[in-house]
């Protein structure tokens, strides 16, 4: 690493190569974002979540592995939509303010903050396994594709506890993958799914504590289920996408919350599941 690389206060250096993966592969491990004290703060606000001391609406507080009938403590990928609108004490930490350097170093100044979401596996929850998918299959196609979605390492992740899982190359695909509802219904579960053909690579992609991967909204992703028996593995989301493509999200009422009315399956189009 060059002597001007890596964190300097609320920024983060990313290094030209990286860069260069991250356009060419569609994701990017970025190690070193933030320091054991940062990551100690964000993990006792994320805690509060999990232990549901800070309450969360409807079915922003799900489960991705399964359908919406599981018991909240049988819960395999425990996913909290919308963090920061929960605890609007979140917004601009930390970790939103140098994952804003990095977008705008990877797609341009026009890079703003998104949408957030908490994602764990408890130990052992060797179900936890999340689908195959592209992001933009759960999101409304806008002008302006550019998207830098960060994935925080709260633990140590591993092969052993469920870590992300990219194919490389496939956002430069023009077509985005078929995705269905894995349980036959959207008001069944959130959740889509995408099968891997014969000549997908996948990668999986291990990171500590501190560090964060970035892909892009095609990048074909997912995550094995958790065999550690004492290992969680949670992880803090960031989505960052071009300002026009943010407004005209919110313009036709899509904000990422599980509860809007207007939600997507991209094959189809968009559905008004209320
Ligand atoms: O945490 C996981 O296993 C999946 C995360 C994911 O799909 C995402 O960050 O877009």
Redesign the pocket.
């Given at each position: 690493m060059e002597a001007s690389e890596g964190r300097q206060g609320d920024d983060y250096t990313v290094a030209s190569a990286d860069i260069e993966a991250f356009h060419k592969n569609g994701f990017v491990h970025l190690k070193g974002v933030l320091s054991e004290a940062e990551v100690v703060s964000l993990e006792e606000e994320y805690m509060k979540f999990i232990r549901r001391e800070i309450p969360v609406e409807g079915r922003d507080f799900c489960d991705?592995s399964s359908d919406y009938t599981k018991p909240l403590e049988e819960y395999s990928?425990i996913n909290i939509m919308l963090p920061s609108r929960y605890n609007s004490s979140l917004r601009s930490n930390i970790y939103e303010r140098c994952a804003a350097s990095i977008a705008q170093q990877l797609c341009g100044p026009e890079m703003v903050f998104d949408y957030d979401?908490l994602?764990a596996?408890p130990p052992s929850r060797t179900d936890?396994v999340?689908s195959w998918?592209q992001?933009l299959a759960y999101w409304p196609v806008t002008k302006d594709t550019r998207t830098a979605?960060?994935?925080l390492a709260i633990d140590n992740s591993s092969m052993e506890n469920?870590?992300?899982r990219f194919v490389p190359g496939s956002h430069l695909e023009k077509e985005l993958r078929h995705h269905g509802p894995l349980h036959g219904d959207r008001d069944k579960s959130h959740t889509l799914a995408a099968t891997l053909g014969d000549t997908d690579i996948e990668m999986p992609v291990e990171i500590c504590r501190g560090d964060v991967t970035v892909?892009h909204e095609r990048t074909l992703?997912?995550?094995g289920g958790n065999f550690s028996s004492n290992s969680w593995?949670r992880?803090w989301?960031l989505?960052f996408r071009s300002k026009s493509a943010v407004e005209e999200e919110r313009r036709i009422g899509f904000t990422h919350s599980h509860n809007d009315s207007l939600q997507v399956l991209n094959q189809v189009g968009i559905e008004n599941v209320a």
């Open positions: 991705m990928i979401q994602l596996k936890g999340f998918h992001d979605s960060f994935w469920g870590c992300l892909h992703h997912g995550s593995r992880a989301v989505a």
